[in-house]
């Protein structure tokens, strides 16, 4: 008897010691920082190309160390804005209210930044932006909330209105650069004013530098591939002159204010101690390798080049400073690109493109005097932005006329217009019933600030916005910029945080980003991310 109780006894403590050591020791701590960059512009097509150009610490350590996303599709193009905001959301525009960096006000016949925020609609100095506007929570909300407020969140970006989308309702700062002052400012909805940016601009401000910097090849003109001799003998050398009033705009479109976000990156990284704190800190960056619409030559392939390699460079910088501080181990970095603009410089007459100027003012006068012979005199067309039409509903109201009728109506004019492949209404779109792509379209357009009736303007022809000459501070109207097929897909890469290497070729929901990061911080996704998270190895 007392020989079976030891045996038993024996049993259960092996099954004991076998159950007990089966387990984990511990779950593995989470990144100390989370740095999210946005690239404007990134194509994977130029990444493989230029890959053998790059240094090992750059970008071509994300594509070796990294999990390397090939192809995120925002559904139909977006603009930058728009883009970063369903990026750190997960949620699509019809959502998050972000369909756009600029839309039209009816009332004051304007176009408004998508955040401003101000009792005067002339007034759009850079303390009238708050990210009201986004109707959902972003990554960089979900992480200061989990942390009750300990972590710090920061954001540098160029342009005011992609640094509200990612610095989102919580961030500590949020900075860009001013059109007019060329110093880096923000709002006043974000409290903190770090020492390190206040220092840049007393001691470094990008106006003392800008008169003497100048934009030239990274490397010798030679060893840039599928460049043509033309462009090897003449190489670009972009400057921007005291004398230009928009050169603060042009600075910010060119890929030299990367090296410019880098700095101060570094800076933050260094100074605030980011990483090191007892909360998940996180650092919001903008990069650009958008083709550069203001320089000499339609064919901008060098500069774009260029704007590649100068990245690899930058990220290099900021990566080293990531190792000297929380380490890369400690660190989850996720980098998104955004798509390609679908507007490029008109070819030379010489070679015979077929092009065409389709003018807003002339399409409005047409459009309102056939309105008048259908349904009688008055101002039937409020104006137009960015392909669309906007009626004047309070018109349609006073006379008791049927939107819908009108819109139709609307659509049917503009379809036989010249430079007008297609129209289609606002119902049509909410309906599922436009020719291509139906869905995507119907997701990303924000019924509250959308036109009434679209176009596709035709491929090879520019669009003349004569109705607003100064349209959302456009630097290349002289550029005779025209429409393209767009594509609306981009990369986007994560490293950091023991993730494993790992390409995903087949195109994936950009929408999908925002979950996947939250997972491997083990956060909540923002409260408007609809799609599953990626289950990486």
Not at 198 to 215: C, I, K, M
Not at 311 to 332: Q, V, W
Request: overall charge negative; proline content about 6%; glycine content about 8%.
């Amino acid at each position: 008897m007392a020989a079976g109780c030891r045996l038993a006894a024996a049993m259960v403590a092996t099954i004991v010691t076998l159950s007990v050591s089966a387990q984990p020791n511990s779950v593995a701590p989470r990144p100390k920082l989370v740095v999210g960059i946005m690239v404007d512009g990134m194509s994977m097509d130029y990444i493989e190309l230029l890959k053998c150009y790059f240094g090992e610490d750059g970008l071509k350590r994300v594509l070796n160390q990294g999990v390397t996303l090939t192809d995120i599709d925002y559904g139909t193009p977006l603009d930058r804005t728009a883009s970063t905001a369903m990026i750190y959301t997960g949620a699509e525009p019809s959502v998050s209210g972000i369909g756009s960096a600029h839309h039209y006000d009816r009332d004051t016949h304007r176009l408004m930044p998508v955040f401003f925020k101000g009792e005067n609609p002339g007034d759009f100095s850079d303390e009238t932006y708050s990210p009201e506007a986004m109707m959902v929570s972003t990554l960089t909300d979900e992480l200061k909330i989990d942390g009750g407020g300990l972590g710090y969140a920061h954001t540098i970006a160029p342009d005011p209105l992609q640094a509200i989308a990612m610095a989102g309702h919580t961030s500590n700062s949020a900075y860009w650069i001013n059109d007019v002052s060329g110093k880096w400012v923000t709002s006043s909805y974000y409290q903190e004013r770090p020492n390190a940016m206040q220092y840049h601009n007393r001691t470094n401000p990008v106006s003392s530098r800008l008169d003497t910097l100048a934009w030239t090849p990274s490397m010798s003109v030679d060893r840039y591939p599928d460049i043509p001799s033309f462009r090897r003998a003449y190489p670009f050398s972009i400057r921007f002159q005291r004398s230009d009033p928009n050169r603060y705009r042009l600075y910010k479109q060119s890929p030299s204010v990367n090296a410019e976000v880098t700095e101060l990156a570094t800076d933050y990284l260094t100074t605030l101690k980011l990483g090191q704190h007892e909360a998940i800190d996180m650092l919001n960056l903008s990069y650009t390798v958008q083709p550069y619409m203001s320089g000499k030559d339609a064919d901008n392939k060098l500069e774009v080049m260029d704007g590649y390699i100068k990245l690899d460079r930058d990220l290099a910088k900021l990566f080293s400073a990531i190792d000297a501080g929380p380490g890369m181990e400690n660190t989850l970095v996720f980098i998104a690109g955004t798509p390609v603009a679908p507007r490029t410089r008109r070819d030379e007459e010489k070679w015979n493109v077929p092009h065409g100027e389709f003018s807003t003012r002339r399409a409005i006068s047409l459009l309102n005097m056939y309105l008048i012979a259908k349904f009688g005199n008055g101002e039937w067309v409020s104006g137009y932005h960015d392909n669309q039409f906007f009626l004047n509903h309070n018109l349609v109201k006073e006379r008791g006329e049927d939107l819908n009728n009108l819109r139709v109506e609307t659509a049917r004019f503009l379809n036989r217009m010249a430079g007008v492949t297609y129209s289609y209404t606002i119902d049509d779109i909410l309906d599922g019933k436009v020719h291509h792509n139906s869905a995507a379209l119907q997701r990303n357009t924000h019924y509250d600030t959308c036109g009434d009736v679209f176009v596709t303007i035709a491929p090879g022809w520019e669009v003349v916005d004569d109705f607003n000459p100064v349209n959302a501070g456009n630097t290349n109207a002289g550029n005779h910029l025209v429409e393209r097929v767009a594509f609306s897909t981009a990369p986007a890469f994560l490293l950091g945080a023991g993730l494993k290497p790992e390409v995903i070729e087949i195109p994936v929901d950009a929408r999908v980003v925002a979950p996947t990061v939250a997972g491997l911080l083990r956060i909540r996704s923002p409260n408007g991310a609809s799609v599953a998270p990626l289950r990486l190895r």
